[in-house]
């Protein structure tokens, strides 16, 4: 869990030193868009969080079919919550990023990178309660192993290419969109896979 965690800070500080690199307002906008990113994060892992809890006393007792059943119920609450989240922001589009700024440079650099992370935001989703499946089984070994992986495969190359096309603050966001899709993916296969079942 420590080197998942240490693989998270270097690609977002990796991500804000490229943010840097393209001048003030894609910085600035970066940043909003960050905290508010992390903000998301800390809501939709409150389905994870229980779902910790349910997996772990499943599998405590010996049933693997009610940790499936549940696991499957959290995946689909947290997506259809996810959904709702990302319905609030798009329709805010207009409005939400003016609560933080009203600096036109700053808007203007958000305007693409805000729908990558309303995209972002479903397969959060779906992502976080995975995450939290995985968790309650034990399987923290996965879950180390594919986020370093997308970090190297993902996010690092994304946002350096970013850099290297001077695609900006867009390309800064889908090479994190890149890393949050890779994640969803292994996670996916690996819970109907059912090996987490088997590791706890």
Same mark, same amino acid.
Do not use: C, E
């Given at each position: 869990?420590?080197?998942?965690?240490?693989?998270?800070?270097?690609?977002?500080?990796?991500?804000?030193?490229?943010?840097?690199? #393209?001048?003030?307002?894609?910085?600035?906008?970066?940043?909003?868009?960050?905290?508010?990113?992390? #903000?998301?994060? /800390?809501?939709?892992?409150? +389905?994870?969080?229980?779902?910790?809890?349910?997996?772990?006393?499943? /599998?405590?007792? &010996? =049933?693997?079919?009610?940790?499936?059943?549940?696991?499957? &119920?959290?995946?689909?609450? =947290?997506?259809? #919550?996810?959904?709702?989240?990302?319905?609030?922001?798009?329709?805010?589009?207009?409005?939400?990023?003016?609560?933080?700024? =009203?600096?036109?440079?700053?808007?203007?650099?958000?305007?693409?990178?805000?729908?990558?992370?309303?995209?972002?935001?479903?397969?959060?989703?779906?992502?976080?309660?995975?995450?939290?499946?995985?968790?309650?089984?034990?399987?923290?070994?996965? /879950?180390?192993?594919?986020?370093?992986?997308?970090?190297?495969?993902?996010?690092?190359?994304?946002?350096?290419?970013?850099?290297?096309?001077?695609?900006?603050?867009?390309?800064?966001?889908?090479?994190?969109?890149?890393?949050?899709? +890779?994640?969803?993916?292994?996670?996916? #296969?690996?819970?109907? =896979?059912?090996?987490?079942?088997?590791?706890?």
């Amino acid at each position: 869990l420590i080197i998942r965690s240490a693989s998270l800070q270097v690609a977002f500080l990796s991500a804000a030193a490229v943010a840097a690199r #393209f001048g003030t307002a894609p910085l600035a906008a970066h940043q909003v868009m960050l905290q508010i990113w992390n #903000f998301l994060t /800390l809501i939709l892992d409150s +389905l994870a969080i229980a779902a910790q809890t349910l997996i772990g006393a499943a /599998l405590g007792a &010996k =049933s693997v079919d009610t940790a499936r059943n549940a696991g499957q &119920k959290i995946i689909v609450y =947290s997506t259809i #919550f996810s959904a709702a989240l990302a319905l609030v922001f798009a329709l805010g589009a207009g409005f939400i990023p003016r609560i933080f700024t =009203s600096d036109a440079d700053v808007l203007n650099a958000m305007a693409i990178p805000w729908w990558i992370m309303i995209a972002m935001i479903i397969a959060g989703g779906v992502l976080f309660a995975i995450d939290g499946v995985l968790l309650g089984a034990g399987d923290a070994a996965f /879950l180390r192993t594919i986020t370093v992986g997308s970090v190297i495969i993902g996010f690092l190359p994304g946002i350096w290419i970013a850099y290297a096309l001077d695609f900006g603050l867009a390309g800064i966001w889908a090479g994190l969109a890149a890393f949050i899709l +890779l994640r969803t993916v292994a996670v996916v #296969f690996r819970f109907y =896979s059912m090996r987490w079942a088997v590791v706890s």
